[in-house]
């Protein structure tokens, strides 16, 4: 099967490879919303078996408020002692200036700072207006800049909003290219709520690539309705989209997008993305078994198909 696509869309006829990139980020979003207190071991642990399985980059952790989120209060912890590969890039989500100094004292390589398309939604999570949250960037970027270290930047709610309905493309597009200028190295476009279907991404990718090279754009889908798979393959072959979020076991979710279900399965992913074509250097059967792995902490049913078959 061939291992390249058509861009039909993004960049007329350029071609990809179909070599995907996988974002791990179970060990932040997967277990960021998890009733429970996870031991710092189990989390280590978690991160190392994923270290292990062949995907380019880990968010082990968050630097943000522990009270806003307590169940990884141990970020700091965890980087310090997990086992760091070579080839797999290690980043934690940061919101502040706080959370900058945080990530540099346990070397972190990349930060991921995280805003939204939706002004009540940002209200929400960080109690910020979509501006306010950018102005609060400004420092932080460039300080993460400055000591070397690569910068993610997330926008939620990029389709859907869990208090706002649609979210129109164009204002995705207006934040992703105010984050853009600041000097974030790659965008993330986040279906926080797992409403979005392939049209929507469509829709949303139109307006954005115009704006953006595609090889900085990564999405990521949560999969409430079940539809993540859809969109991912959608992004890839039409757009030549290749980073994805997802995360181990299809794990997390967000405390302020009431009733979503947590990321794309990561071994769903990967299986449906190898079987439409694509290259994949990431163990399926590896990711499962660190999903297990901590899954078995969690005392909840474990989320992906592919568990459910082996
Ligand atoms: P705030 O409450 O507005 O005000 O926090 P603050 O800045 O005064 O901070 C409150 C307290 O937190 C203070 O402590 C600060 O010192 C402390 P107190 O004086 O009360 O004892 N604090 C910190 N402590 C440690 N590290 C820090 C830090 N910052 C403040 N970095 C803030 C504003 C943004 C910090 C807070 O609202 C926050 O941390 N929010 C994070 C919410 C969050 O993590 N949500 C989930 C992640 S986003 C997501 O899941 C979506 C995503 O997956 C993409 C998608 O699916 O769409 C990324
Ligand atoms: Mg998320």
Redesign the pocket.
């Given at each position: 099967m061939s291992s390249v696509v058509n861009d039909r869309k993004a960049g007329g006829d350029r071609l990809t490879t179909g070599l995907i990139r996988i974002i791990e980020?179970g060990p932040?979003?997967g277990l960021?919303n998890e009733p429970g207190i996870i031991p710092t071991e189990n989390k280590i642990a978690f991160v190392n078996a994923l270290s292990r399985t062949g995907v380019a980059e880990i968010e082990a952790g968050?630097?943000?408020?522990?009270?806003?989120?307590p169940q990884?209060a141990d970020s700091d912890e965890v980087f310090r002692k997990i086992e760091r590969m070579p080839h797999v890039v290690y980043s934690a989500?940061?919101?502040?200036e706080?959370?900058l100094e945080?990530a540099r004292a346990v070397a972190a390589q990349k930060i991921?700072v995280?805003t939204?398309a939706s002004e009540t939604f940002a209200q929400r999570?960080?109690?910020?207006t979509i501006r306010e949250s950018i102005d609060r960037f400004v420092p932080v970027i460039s300080g993460a800049k400055r000591d070397g270290m690569a910068v993610r930047g997330?926008?939620?709610?990029?389709i859907f909003c869990p208090y706002e309905g649609r979210i129109e493309p164009a204002r995705s597009a207006e934040v992703m290219k105010r984050l853009l200028d600041l000097g974030v190295d790659d965008i993330?476009l986040?279906?926080?709520i797992g409403k979005a279907s392939p049209a929507d991404v469509r829709a949303l990718l139109d307006t954005v690539l115009p704006h953006i090279a595609r090889e900085r754009v990564s999405l990521?889908f949560?999969d409430t309705y079940g539809m993540a798979v859809a969109n991912a393959l959608t992004a890839w072959k039409e757009y030549g989209i290749e980073t994805f979020?997802s995360s181990a076991g299809g794990l997390?979710?967000?405390?302020?997008?009431p009733g979503a279900s947590g990321?794309v399965a990561t071994e769903d992913l990967i299986v449906a993305l190898k079987a439409s074509g694509a290259t994949v250097p990431v163990d399926e059967e590896k990711v499962m078994a660190a999903g297990r792995q901590i899954g078995g902490t969690l005392n909840r049913p474990f989320a992906s198909r592919l568990s459910k078959i082996s």
């Open positions: 980020v932040r979003d960021q968050s630097f943000v408020s522990p009270k806003a989120v990884l989500l940061v919101p502040n706080r959370g945080r991921a995280f939204a999570n960080i109690h910020a997330y926008i939620s709610t990029a993330s986040g279906d926080t990521h949560h979020d997390g979710g967000c405390p302020h997008a990321n």
